[in-house]
Structure formats: structure tokens, C-alpha cells
């Protein structure tokens, strides 16, 4: 294992964007090694009054959509107009093999070898807490080492959704044309989240059919109650192949931050997330301590065998295992 540096040396390389040092402190925050997560603690400290200056946009969309190629066009016109980006990925993880599914590099080439972007796949073989934990504090040691916006990619149409959500400041939901069929297939909590909807692959013959469906999505959304953040909910169209439609949707993005930030919804959706962040640390710990008890580890799989035969009831068991898990705290 390569040797770890010292707290100050992770904050000062961080202080500075050296994204070498940057890469190293997030290995760090996803180790779940009981030093590193010692170590880890005092970084995330020592940066924390240099955190909270960026844009934080969560994006989500269909599959097929485009999101990739959409995240990369979106990268490079916030880093042409010398901003510095970095893009994080919650990603799913291959619970057998612990990898990840995807290789974001590989799917953002030109905007990672951007020197003003820094591209992160979530950590794998982390439960999803785990990964909604790790790209909480990624985010922060990014905010630290001076990017000025973060993207926060889901992978796919799921509980990832509400995750995002709740640790971005803007949401974006990407869709295609064809917004009847569209509608369906996606969750109507998911359009209820978005700040805005943005209809992808609005290029050639799709042109006209993406005109028709922000119509159409447009409509949907009159039907939704009113958001926390009393700014309308817009429907865009854009071509990420073509480049079209993206500086007017990062100028749409500028709009709701400015307009938020005079309102107080800004600040006091970031207050929300924190003390969300707070709870969730919470309950992971408390079931990490659980599991990890020597006491439950032995008493689990005679419960598991019972439960599984019928024997006895699920919560009856679930008690009794939660009752053993309390008395061994009082030793």
C-alpha cells in the first residue's frame, strides 16, 4: 500500500490543486481502513473552511439519453469560460467483483484531459450510503482544491436519484423526444425533483419532434406543486453532439443560483443537506457498528436459519439481535 502523507501535507497539496494530491485524499476518505478514516476526519477538518464556494449540479436522465456525452459538452464550456469543474459519479458497483461498471475516463476523454477538469467514479464495491458518504466528502476536498463547479452524475434511473438531489444544489433531468413514451418510463418523483428538464439529441430530424416534446414536458410540469425554491421549472432542448443549447442552459443554471441566493433558498437548502448528511452519518454508523460486532457476527446466522425455516418472525429475531447488540455496549 503506498505510504499515507501527513494531515498537512493532504491539506496543503489539496489548498494548492495539486490533483495528485487531490486524487490520493479521496482514495483516503473511500478507505474504510480505521486510520485512514482517522486520517481522513482531520483533512476533511483542516479544509472545511474552504469548502462550500462552488455550484453544486446534480444530473440524472433516461437511458439513451446521451448523459455522457452531454456532461463532457457541458464540462468543457464551463472550463472554456475558465472555470474549473470537476465531475463525480455515483456509480453502480459489480457486488461480486467489487468493480466498477463503468470507466467515466474513457467516456469523457477530451474533457478529462482538460488541465481546469477533474473527472472521480464513485468508489466501488461501497453500499449506496457508502457511495453518498464518499462523494459528499469528495465533493468538499474538490470545493477545497478550487473547482468551482461539481457535477454529480448518476448512472441510470434509480434510488441514486434522491441521493443526487440531496447534495446538489441544481437538478437536471436530461430526456429524449418522444416525451408521451418518456413520461412513463420515468418516475414522476423524479420530474418533481428537477430545476430543469433538458431535451437531448435535438439535432437533424430530431430537431422538430424535441420542439414538440418541451411542449409536452411543459404541461406535465404545470401539474406539479410548486418547488421550495419558487423558481419555474424550465424545459430546454439541446444537442450535445452539435454543442447547441448548452451555454443557454449553463446561463439558465447562473439564473437559479442568482435567483436563490436572493430569495435565502440557497443557503437554506445547503443547511437542509447538511443536517441530512448529519442523520444519514448516523444511521450508516449505527449499522456498521452492528455488523461489525463480534458478538452479533456469532449470533447472526443461527437467527438468519430460524428466520429463513419459518421458525420465527422476522422482527422477533431482529429484536432479540438488537437486544444482545445493547448489552454488549454495557460491557
Same mark, same amino acid.
Given at each position: 500500500?503506498?505510504?499515507?502523507?501527513?494531515?498537512?501535507?493532504?491539506?496543503?497539496?489539496?489548498?494548492?490543486?495539486?490533483?495528485?494530491?487531490?486524487?490520493?485524499?479521496?482514495?483516503?476518505?473511500?478507505? #474504510?481502513?480505521?486510520?485512514?478514516?482517522?486520517?481522513? *476526519?482531520?483533512?476533511?477538518? @483542516?479544509?472545511?473552511?474552504?469548502?462550500?464556494?462552488?455550484?453544486?449540479?446534480?444530473?440524472?436522465?433516461?437511458?439513451?439519453?446521451? *448523459?455522457?456525452?452531454?456532461?463532457?459538452?457541458?464540462?468543457?464550456?464551463?472550463?472554456?469560460?475558465?472555470?474549473?469543474?470537476?465531475?463525480?459519479?455515483?456509480?453502480?458497483?459489480?457486488?461480486?467483483?467489487?468493480?466498477?461498471?463503468?470507466?467515466? *475516463?474513457?467516456?469523457?476523454?477530451?474533457?478529462?484531459?482538460?488541465?481546469?477538469?477533474?473527472?472521480?467514479?464513485?468508489?466501488?464495491?461501497?453500499?449506496?450510503?457508502?457511495?453518498?458518504?464518499?462523494?459528499?466528502? $469528495?465533493?468538499?476536498?474538490?470545493?477545497?482544491?478550487?473547482?468551482?463547479?461539481?457535477?454529480?452524475?448518476?448512472?441510470?434511473?434509480?434510488?441514486?436519484?434522491?441521493?443526487?438531489?440531496?447534495?446538489?444544489?441544481?437538478?437536471?433531468?436530461?430526456?429524449?423526444?418522444?416525451?408521451?413514451?418518456?413520461?412513463?418510463?420515468? #418516475? *414522476?418523483?423524479?420530474?418533481?425533483?428537477?430545476?430543469?428538464?433538458?431535451?437531448?439529441?435535438?439535432?437533424?430530424? @430530431?430537431?422538430?419532434?424535441?420542439?414538440?416534446?418541451?411542449?409536452?414536458?411543459? @404541461?406535465?410540469?404545470?401539474?406539479?406543486? #410548486?418547488?421550495?425554491?419558487?423558481?419555474?421549472?424550465?424545459?430546454?432542448?439541446?444537442?450535445?453532439?452539435?454543442?447547441?443549447?448548452?451555454?443557454?442552459?449553463?446561463?439558465?443554471?447562473?439564473?437559479?443560483?442568482?435567483?436563490?441566493?436572493?430569495?435565502?433558498?440557497?443557503?437554506?437548502?445547503?443547511?437542509?443537506?447538511?443536517?441530512?448528511?448529519?442523520?444519514?452519518?448516523?444511521?450508516? $454508523?449505527?449499522?456498521?457498528?452492528?455488523?461489525?460486532?463480534?458478538?452479533?457476527?456469532?449470533?447472526?446466522?443461527?437467527?438468519?436459519?430460524?428466520?429463513?425455516?419459518? @421458525?420465527?418472525?422476522?422482527? $422477533?429475531?431482529?429484536?432479540?439481535?438488537?437486544?444482545?447488540?445493547? #448489552?454488549?455496549?454495557?460491557?
Amino acid at each position: 500500500m503506498r505510504q499515507r502523507l501527513t494531515v498537512e501535507a493532504y491539506t496543503q497539496g489539496i489548498l494548492s490543486g495539486d490533483r495528485i494530491i487531490l486524487s490520493r485524499a479521496i482514495t483516503l476518505i473511500e478507505s #474504510k481502513l480505521k486510520n485512514d478514516k482517522i486520517l481522513a *476526519k482531520s483533512v476533511l477538518e @483542516n479544509i472545511l473552511p474552504n469548502t462550500g464556494n462552488s455550484m453544486r449540479v446534480g444530473i440524472t436522465g433516461v437511458p439513451g439519453v446521451g *448523459k455522457s456525452t452531454f456532461i463532457e459538452a457541458l464540462g468543457k464550456h464551463i472550463t472554456s469560460l475558465k472555470k474549473k469543474v470537476a465531475v463525480l459519479t455515483i456509480d453502480p458497483s459489480s457486488k461480486k467483483t467489487g468493480g466498477s461498471i463503468l470507466a467515466d *475516463k474513457t467516456r469523457m476523454e477530451e474533457l478529462s484531459r482538460d488541465p481546469l477538469a477533474f473527472i472521480r467514479p464513485s468508489a466501488s464495491g461501497l453500499s449506496l450510503g457508502g457511495v453518498a458518504r464518499s462523494t459528499r466528502e $469528495t465533493m468538499l476536498l474538490c470545493e477545497a482544491a478550487g473547482y468551482e463547479v461539481i457535477i454529480i452524475e448518476t448512472v441510470g434511473v434509480g434510488q441514486s436519484e434522491t441521493l443526487v438531489k440531496g447534495m446538489s444544489d441544481f437538478f437536471l433531468l436530461l430526456m429524449l423526444a418522444g416525451a408521451g413514451d418518456e413520461i412513463q418510463g420515468i #418516475k *414522476k418523483g423524479i420530474m418533481e425533483m428537477a430545476d430543469a428538464v433538458a431535451i437531448n439529441k435535438a439535432d437533424g430530424a @430530431n430537431k422538430v419532434l424535441a420542439e414538440q416534446a418541451v411542449t409536452e414536458y411543459q @404541461n406535465a410540469l404545470h401539474l406539479f406543486p #410548486k418547488s421550495d425554491s419558487d423558481f419555474i421549472t424550465k424545459v430546454v432542448t439541446c444537442s450535445a453532439l452539435e454543442g447547441t443549447g448548452i451555454a443557454s442552459l449553463w446561463e439558465l443554471i447562473m439564473e437559479y443560483q442568482q435567483s436563490t441566493i436572493q430569495n435565502g433558498y440557497f443557503q437554506e437548502n445547503r443547511q437542509a443537506q447538511n443536517l441530512e448528511w448529519m442523520h444519514d452519518y448516523i444511521r450508516q $454508523t449505527l449499522e456498521e457498528q452492528f455488523y461489525e460486532n463480534t458478538i452479533i457476527k456469532k449470533a447472526i446466522a443461527t437467527s438468519e436459519k430460524s428466520v429463513k425455516e419459518g @421458525n420465527e418472525l422476522p422482527v $422477533t429475531a431482529a429484536e432479540r439481535l438488537l437486544d444482545i447488540f445493547r #448489552k454488549s455496549l454495557m460491557k
